[in-house]
């Protein structure tokens, strides 16, 4: 299995804030990542997808970059709206996984 | 748009079986991936499996044993059974569309809400 490592799993920021989460594999995945938000109690949506498209109706304030096996997702400017959970996922092969995920929260 | 629902017993005893369907509106089931995946309290996301419209199917090897994804198409419908359950599967079950290997088009979007299954006697 594909193993995916986020990092940092904790991180606390303001609004205005720029921050960077970093998505690691095990192994090369070509461009086959996504990134995923979730609130609490709710379903994961899809932000990022083939590593940098831009899910339709994701603020642009939203970025993803990266191949092979590092990746990030970068929030240009934090809106309270943000503060969430966010995880990583592989479709480069089976079993499909997903990162341990990345909560961030308000400093 | 398309939308997804999780339906099914919330409760369900140890040794027995789990069974969700996952009922879609708004679209048809027709030529696409629709992948169940699972979430234990408070913890990350494991994707179970998936099934395409034809039938085909992809399981994950950590569950293959004990999972089986149907579809019926005149229903639009998929489901989800899940034997010999332990508290172990406790969790919430999401369908979601994707799972294909497509890198424009395999992503898991949309998802169900989501439901809560409890393993307990």
């Known amino acids: 299995d594909i193993q995916l490592t986020q990092s940092p799993s904790f991180l606390s920021a303001s609004v205005g804030d720029r921050v960077t989460i970093t998505c690691r594999a095990s192994?090369?995945?070509?461009?086959?990542l996504a990134w995923y938000q979730q609130k609490p109690g709710k379903a994961p949506k899809l932000l990022i997808y083939?590593?940098?498209t831009f899910q339709i109706g994701v603020p642009s304030r939203f970025s993803g970059s990266g191949s092979g096996t590092e990746f990030t997702l970068t929030i240009s400017s934090l809106q309270p709206e943000d503060f969430a959970t966010y995880y990583c996922q592989q479709l480069n092969s089976y079993p499909i996984t997903f990162g341990q995920g990345t909560r961030l929260e308000i400093k | 748009q398309v939308q997804l629902q999780e339906s099914g017993p919330g409760l369900v005893k140890p040794s027995e079986t789990l069974s969700l369907t996952c009922t879609v509106s708004g679209g048809s089931i027709n030529s696409y991936y629709w992948s169940w995946i699972r979430q234990p309290p408070g913890k990350g996301l494991e994707w179970i499996g998936y099934?395409?419209?034809?039938?085909?199917?992809n399981y994950n090897p950590s569950l293959k044993s004990r999972v089986t994804i149907s579809v019926d198409t005149s229903k639009n419908q998929f489901s989800l059974k899940l034997t010999s359950v332990t508290a172990a599967d406790t969790a919430v079950y999401y369908c979601a569309r994707g799972g294909g290997k497509l890198l424009y088009g395999g992503w898991f979007d949309p998802w169900g809400q989501g439901t809560l299954v409890t393993v307990s006697s």
């Open positions: 083939a590593a940098s």
């Open positions: 099934i395409f419209y034809s039938g085909s199917t």
């Open positions: 192994q090369g995945i070509s461009s086959y």
